[in-house]
Antibody, heavy 118, light 108 residues
Framework: QLQLQESGPGLVKPSETLSLTCTVS??????????WGWIRQPPGKGLEWIGS???????YYSPSLKSRVTVSVDTSETEFSLMLSSVTAADTAVYYC??????????WGRGTLVIVSS | DIQMTQSPSSLSASVGDRVTITCRAS??????LNWYQQKPGKAPKLLIY???GLQSGVPSRFSGSGSGTDFTLTISSLQPDDFASYYC???????????FGGGTKVEI
């Protein structure tokens, strides 16, 4: 059964780069015809799409975050990653990775809380 | 960019009530509209895809309708497990840009 799991530091200092990894278990990213995405949710607020990637490396980013975001697929083909640079307190959120199938996120990781603080 | 507006932002209801949540797109999105349920501390769960398609395993009391710019999520008879937040999401501009609505919290 396909599962997704986010991992990475739970605390990041302001102005530094947030780095998270999503591990896909049960299949290889390259063997599927899906996009994979990152979504975040600040405490007590709504969902915000960050970006998506195809196994071939094609990426798409939220216009509001585009200048600071990089999403990539690992050569292991079982992980994809998120990097968000120059973080501020406003980037404190639960970060989710998810599978994107025909435009809907049908499979999600449990999420990981990242706090931006010195 | 396409903006998604949900209403109401919160509502109070009782078990057995019929509940309706609306989502409006700032421009035409055909039927490229999905609905999610999220419980506190949990990841969102896909309920409805393509405006009216029921995701596998989702109870039939959930239904979606609409096309163009106006959409509705209906819970025909609210159950205790349904108290949660609900989000719409447009995929008309998939994969270039995806947008969520602001959410609706269904409370007792």
């Amino acid at each position: 059964q396909l599962q997704l799991q986010e991992s990475g530091p739970g605390l990041v200092k302001p102005s530094e780069t947030l780095s998270l990894t999503c591990t896909v278990s049960g299949d290889f990213i390259i063997s599927t015809n899906y996009y994979w995405g990152w979504i975040r949710q600040p405490p007590g607020k709504g969902l915000e799409w960050i970006g998506s990637i195809y196994y071939s490396g094609n990426t798409y980013y939220s216009p509001s975050l585009k200048s600071r975001v990089t999403v990539s697929v690992d050569t292991s083909e079982t992980e994809f990653s998120l990097m968000l640079s120059s973080v501020t307190a406003a980037d404190t959120a639960v970060y989710y990775c998810a599978r994107l199938r025909s435009g809907s996120f049908d499979l999600w990781g449990r999420g990981t809380l990242v706090i931006v603080s010195s | 960019d396409i903006q998604m507006t949900q209403s109401p932002s919160s509502l109070s209801a009782s078990v057995g009530d019929r509940v309706t949540i609306t989502c409006r797109a700032s421009q035409f999105i055909s039927n490229f509209l999905n609905w999610y349920q999220q419980k506190p501390g949990k990841a969102p769960k896909l309920l409805i895809y393509a405006a009216s398609g029921l995701q596998s395993g989702v109870p039939s009391r959930f239904s979606g309708s609409g096309s163009g710019t106006d959409f509705t999520l209906t819970i025909s008879s609210l159950q205790p497990d349904d108290f949660a937040s609900y989000y719409c999401q447009q995929s008309y501009t998939n994969p270039q840009v995806l947008t969520f609505g602001g959410g609706t919290k269904v409370e007792i």
